[in-house]
């Protein structure tokens, strides 16, 4: 510590005297106590040198020192600026001085060091420093520096080693280099930090060991040079560094022999930091203090540290070190208490953005300021990032604009971001997904976007974001203006945020965030569904000037995957890379669950095996471990499809799987002894059942083989094509009617319900449970198969071939049942694959659903199939249950739907 009653000023003042303005230099041979050069004479390319011992006394000594230009090319990072002493706002540089350095090529001709205020162009300058390093340590004979600018020590084993000095280099190769600030008054943003350092140089407070810390770019390193410079400053002023005391210019021209910054890299070894340490002790050549600035410290070993810190209480007066670091948990706590820590956080938008403002003047660019505090907000308060950005934009053309610092960023500006957040909570799928993959394929990748997103919402939501006159924001905050709109923004904010920590584990990111935005429109409808105790659903909005999507929002998620995967066999979800992605849906979907014993039981016993989008409908597959969990699953139904409709955003089905053991594979699951198979609709119209009279209560176990059903179907009517079977008079397509399935006593078994194959499970077939349309199975049901005659002439009628199957386990009492639907020629292109199966599960009292289904859907157009297909759907056997299992949970565009 500089003792307290001899002042800083003081002591400069009394040293100028003693010292004059002689110039200090040693030799790399020379005592390193010895050494004083006069800066008054002039330097031609060798510079004059007294030699000073530290007593004070003179000798007449020659070193030469010549700047190769070789210097430049071995990679020493120069800048040069204006006056160091004079901030930019007070001195902006003129476009001659920028080019002429009073120190160029190390002459120095006259120092006025009694002039305080003059616009004397200075050298300041930077080494290269190493972020991380995997430098080898047994470097020893490489020199830190090029050999002109480093100071040879002595490590313990003889060796020899070099320390770098601040080298002095010709041109700036980077704004931030040019513009590294060189006083307090430059240093943007850091105020407390420069207060504090000025205030211990004038009341000579100062201690041996300061610790910069804070984010990167923040200015830190500049800041442990313009501390150093002024430690050593000579001027009475209180504004130092004066910039043109002898000390200052030795200093910013990088010929101070007492500043020295240290590779941490190069002194990571137990020796080099002994010489160090040993080197520290030596007084200063001709300045104040001996400052030795260590960047990037935290690569220090402990044993480096150890060696330091052990040391520094007996280190001498004029020895300080400044050491820099980014990351202030990775240092020692010894290193923390046994520091004066100076932080710096980072620099506020406003300051950044004023500070690239005065580099366009400086380097004559017009700039939008939009576009300047566009960069300072995309900068995290790194100045050094900013100007950088800039730089770059720079040589895109002679003016900064918002437009090119979108496209160099890389992110979509705020109106682009509205229009999808606007297109997202209308509901409006197929748009949504077109434009969220149109950003994303050309400007910006899923993680950005997502960011964006989040900010945007937490900005609007903050009020923030209102200002502005552009006809998508007018839109955009003319629409979403009620209470429900925040809560739905607050809520969409926490589905991004979720998604944004499934992405980052995601090969599959495109998807997912288009998924996460399909749910703010579902995050929608819950609120509606809060709100309103019915079920309903949420209604397209058509957006001006935009066409009203028609198509379901399924078919939208469909076309989305197909899309993505760019391969349309990739529509399902349930490949081992997608586990992560069916466990985070289930997640999702269990805890919108209205019912917490539901979400519970849910969570605990079941598992999402599957989801399939088939042309509109996500098709998810649950599997649970027991039959009574089966049927507590089936009995919440509406819950569980009604959460997965909200989290998948289009229209689902479930199916409900009873796996036997827990550790059955994937594979083994394929071939579940149990599948079930239950189709429903909100829209069930209940009363237009058929119903079932079995004459016994719905409890009855009796088995299929018995059964003699007597299927009474309401409204049905002979098919006009006069193929035999009857057709519902609920159809509204006759194309597509529904058929009467008889038993072999000719009762009817089903009535009624049209499906579309398309609905039909298309991996049935890979299942291979209850395909055998054997005659033993067939006669075990009791129930003939029915073909269709002459299908040729009656193009109408389906299923050509019908069959029933029942299926027994050993492992079950349950019973399985195959419907097996199977064209006998080409007629029905539609069916997905060649054969379609549906199994039911014949549970005691389950109530079984039979579909038939018409091979000629197609010539139906799909405004003709939707409602078909949720018009009537019978079930036979137990009239008590109206509908007990569901399974699409559909919902129309501009409809509004009651269970
Ligand atoms: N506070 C600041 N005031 C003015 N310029 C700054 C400031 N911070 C950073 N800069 C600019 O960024 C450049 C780099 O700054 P500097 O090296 O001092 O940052 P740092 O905090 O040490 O960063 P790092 O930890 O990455 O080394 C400077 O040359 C300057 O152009
Ligand atoms: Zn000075």
């Not at 610790?211 to 001027?235: D, V």
């Not at 903050?462 to 998508?472: H, L, N, P, R, Y």
């Amino acid at each position: 510590m500089v003792s307290g009653d001899k002042s800083l000023g003081e002591r400069y003042c009394g040293d100028c005297k003693d010292e004059g303005l002689d110039l200090t230099c040693i030799t790399p041979s020379s005592d390193h106590l010895e050494g004083v050069g006069s800066c008054n004479e002039p330097i031609e390319g060798s510079l004059q040198a007294e030699r000073v011992n530290h007593n004070g006394s003179k000798k007449k000594s020659r070193y030469k020192k010549k700047i190769r230009s070789s210097r430049a090319a071995a990679g020493d990072v120069v800048s040069r600026v204006g006056s160091p002493c004079l901030s930019m706002t007070d001195a902006p540089l003129e476009g001659s001085n920028r080019g002429t350095s009073l120190y160029r090529n190390e002459d120095v001709d006259v120092i006025d060091h009694n002039h305080l205020g003059c616009g004397i162009s200075c050298c300041w300058s930077r080494t290269p420093r190493f972020r991380e390093s995997n430098l080898p340590f047994d470097v020893e004979d490489q020199p830190l520096l090029s050999a002109e600018v480093g100071e040879t020590l002595q490590s313990e084993q003889g060796k020899s080693w070099k320390l770098e000095i601040i080298p002095y280099s010709e041109s700036p190769r980077s704004f931030s280099q040019k513009f590294r600030p060189k006083s307090f008054n430059e240093l943007v943003g850091q105020n407390v930090v420069a207060r504090s350092l000025l205030s211990a140089i004038s009341n000579g407070r100062i201690t041996s060991f300061y610790l910069f810390h804070g984010p990167r770019g923040t200015g830190k390193t500049s800041a442990s040079r313009i501390f150093a410079a002024a430690l050593n400053c000579l001027s009475l002023d209180e504004h130092r560094p004066c910039g043109l005391c002898r000390e200052c210019v030795l200093f910013f021209a990088g010929r101070s022999r007492d500043i020295k910054e240290v590779d941490s890299v190069r002194i990571n070894r137990r020796d080099r930091a002994r010489s160090l340490i040993k080197n520290a002790a030596i007084p200063p050549v001709s300045s104040r203090f001996k400052v030795f600035i260590i960047d990037e410290c935290h690569l220090l070993r402990g044993e480096t540290w150890a060696t330091f810190l052990n040391n520094l209480e007996g280190l001498s007066q004029h020895a300080i070190f400044v050491m820099i670091t980014p990351d202030l948990d990775k240092l020692p706590r010894k290193a923390l208490s046994r520091s004066q820590r100076h932080h710096f956080p980072k620099i506020k938008e406003a300051d950044v953005a004023s500070r690239l403002g005065k580099i366009c003047v400086e380097e004559r660019l017009d700039f939008d300021q939009g576009a300047l505090e566009f960069i300072a907000s995309r900068s995290n308060g790194s100045l050094r990032d900013a100007e950088m950005t800039l730089e770059q934009l720079s040589l895109l053309g002679k003016k900064i604009t918002m437009s090119m610092a979108y496209e160099l960023i890389g992110i979509v500006s705020e109106d682009e971001l509205l229009d999808l957040l606007d297109l997202a909570f209308s509901s409006d799928t197929s748009n949504t997904i077109r434009r969220a993959r149109e950003l994303m394929r050309s400007r910006i990748d899923p993680m950005q976007l997502i960011s964006q997103l989040a900010n945007l919402i937490m900005d609007i939501l903050a009020g923030k974001c209102q200002e502005g006159t552009s006809e998508v924001r007018r839109k955009f905050f003319g629409r979403h203006t009620s209470e429900a709109d925040v809560q739905q923004l607050s809520h969409g904010l926490k589905i991004l945020s979720e998604t944004e920590k499934q992405l980052r584990t995601s090969k599959n990111q495109t998807t997912w965030l288009t998924v996460a935005l399909l749910q703010l429109s579902s995050v929608g409808s819950s609120f509606l569904d809060a709100n309103d105790s019915r079920l309903c659903v949420r209604t397209v909005h058509p957006r001006d000037g935009d066409f009203c999507s028609t198509s379901s929002t399924g078919e939208s998620l469909k076309h989305l995957v197909t899309c993505v995967h760019d391969n349309n066999d990739s529509c399902k979800l349930g490949m081992k890379d997608d586990k992560e992605n069916l466990e985070s849906i289930w997640q999702r979907a269990t805890e919108i669950c209205k019912s917490n014993s539901v979400k519970k039981f849910l969570r605990k016993r079941g598992t999402l095996f599957s989801v399939r989008f088939n042309h509109g409908l996500a098709v998810a597959e649950l599997e649970f471990h027991h039959p009574d969990y089966v049927s507590k699953a089936e009995k919440s139904w509406k819950l569980i499809a009604n959460a997965l409709q909200s989290i998948l955003g289009c229209n689902v089905e479930i199916r409900i799987n009873l796996v036997h053991s827990a550790s059955m594979t994937k594979y083994v699951k394929v071939k579940r002894p149990s599948f079930r198979l239950f189709n429903c609709s909100r829209r069930m119209p209940h009363d237009s059942l058929t119903t079932t009279e079995r004459g016994s209560n719905p409890s009855d176990k009796s088995d299929f083989t018995s059964e003699k059903a007597t299927i009474r179907a309401n409204s049905v009517e002979t098919c006009s094509c006069d193929c035999g079977y009857q057709i519902s008079q609920n159809c509204n397509c006759r194309k597509e009617a529904a058929k009467t399935i008889r038993n072999n006593e000719g009762n009817a078994l089903s009535i009624g319900a049209t499906v579309p194959p398309r609905l039909w499970p298309d991996d049935f077939p890979k299942h291979g449970l209850g395909l055998d349309s054997s005659k033993e199975e067939r006669s075990n049901f009791g129930c003939q198969a029915i073909s269709a005659q002459e299908p040729e002439k009656q193009p109408n009628c389906f299923p050509r071939t019908l069959k029933l199957h029942r299926k027994s386990h050993s492992s079950d009492t349950s019973q399985m049942i195959c419907l097996k639907i199977q064209p006998q020629n080409n007629l029905a292109p539609s069916i997905p694959g060649k054969t379609s199966e549906t199994y039911f599960h014949a549970n005691d009292h389950d109530p079984c659903v039979f579909r038939s289904s018409s091979n000629n859907y197609n010539n139906c157009s799909r405004d003709e199939v939707v409602p078909m297909m949720d018009s009537k759907v019978h079930c036979w056997r137990t009239p008590t249950f109206p509908f007990r299992k569901a399974w699409q949970m559909r919902h129309q565009p501009q409809r509004t739907h009651l269970v």
